[in-house]
């Protein structure tokens, strides 16, 4: 029965399009986050997640990340603008996937997983 719902989902998901695996969640949360910008200087930006899952997740920049480089960031459960006590924080430690430019000037930053827990 197990695998029987595996393949379906898998079917399921190629028949949609979609590639991944896990599920994403496309909301806005509040997010710093930390890293080496491609210049080689330290960055601390304030920014919001465009989708996060178990695996990853896609926020931009200001600056421009190098691919496999690390990134931390505390991403913040609660809506934009609300940054208070008790709001359910994730700290996440990433690896850039890749760095794409966007029309705004910013950087999008798709960053793989590493390790997480929440704060």
Known sequence: MGRELISLSISAI???????????LYEPYPAQVRGVCRAGGDFLTETTVDNISSGGLYLR??????PRRAVHAVVYFKSVGNRG????????????????????????????????RFL
């Open 85 to 116: 006590q008790g709001v359910p924080r994730l700290l996440i430690r990433g690896r850039v996937l890749r760095s794409e430019p966007q029309v705004d000037g910013r950087y999008g930053i798709a960053v793989e997983v590493k390790n997480y």
């Open 14 to 24: 190629a028949l949609s399009g979609e590639r991944r695996r896990r599920r994403r």
């Open 61 to 66: 920049t200001p600056v421009e990340v190098d």
